[in-house]
């Protein structure tokens, strides 16, 4: 899922990045609010990772994610 797409989606998201990430609190998703940055930089700060795992883990959410968003798409279109 493409950078633009989780900022447009990022209300219903959210509830996925706190499943994911559960040290993050509310007030950290709505700084997020959306910014691949921010979601790095909130994960490297409460969970003590380094940034290019903090970095590694959002790229396979956001990989899971698409994977997701495909395999609905096919269903519907099957449908």
């Given at each position: ?5 989780i ?53 396979e ?11 609905e ?7």
């Open positions: 899922m493409n950078t633009d797409r900022k447009g989606q990022w209300k219903q998201l959210k509830g996925k990045v706190k499943t994911q990430w559960g040290k993050l609190t509310d007030d950290d998703l709505d700084v997020i609010a959306g910014q691949k940055d921010q979601l790095v930089g909130r994960i490297q700060e409460r969970y003590g990772f380094e940034k290019e795992e903090a970095q590694r883990q959002v790229d959410w956001n990989r899971t994610l698409a994977e997701e968003e495909e395999r798409q096919e269903l519907r279109r099957a449908s």
